[in-house]
């Protein structure tokens, strides 16, 4: 049974810093990208960062760049986002995502989300 469970969410003034983990089981972790995406009320799910299967390769949406850092442990099947300078505009129900390509086929797994909220 393919599981993401995301966790470390919760409520932090602007300026601070989050850590989110997602703990991933059912699949060969390592075989596939890693993700989050964040979702704002009234506004479409978006890409926040990405990770290559061994990890080399990294990619942020503009809004995040040198704020946000994904990374992943292979040994701990788990991806990690750490956030800092938080603003309240990273309010958003934050999903772990994992996909890969096989055969033209494609694979992708959801979390259910942990809620950040970026509040004075």
């Known amino acids: 049974q393919v599981q993401l469970v995301e966790s470390g969410g919760g409520l932090v003034q602007p300026g601070g810093s989050l850590s989110l983990s997602c703990a991933a089981s059912?699949?060969?972790?390592?075989?596939?990208?890693m993700s989050w995406y964040r979702q704002a009320p009234g506004k479409e799910r978006e890409l926040v960062a990405r990770?290559?299967?061994?990890?080399?390769?990294?990619n942020y949406a503009d809004s995040v760049k040198g704020r946000f850092t994904i990374s992943r442990d292979i040994a701990k099947n788990t991806v990690y986002l750490q956030m800092n300078s938080l603003k309240p505009e990273d309010t958003a129900v934050y999903f772990c995502?994992?996909?890969?390509?096989?055969?033209?086929?494609?694979?992708?797994?959801w979390g259910q989300g942990t809620q950040v909220t970026v509040s004075s």
């Open positions: 059912g699949f060969i972790f390592s075989g596939y990208a």
């Open positions: 995502n994992a996909e890969r390509l096989l055969l033209s086929k494609k694979y992708t797994y």
């Open positions: 990770i290559s299967t061994a990890g080399g390769i990294t």
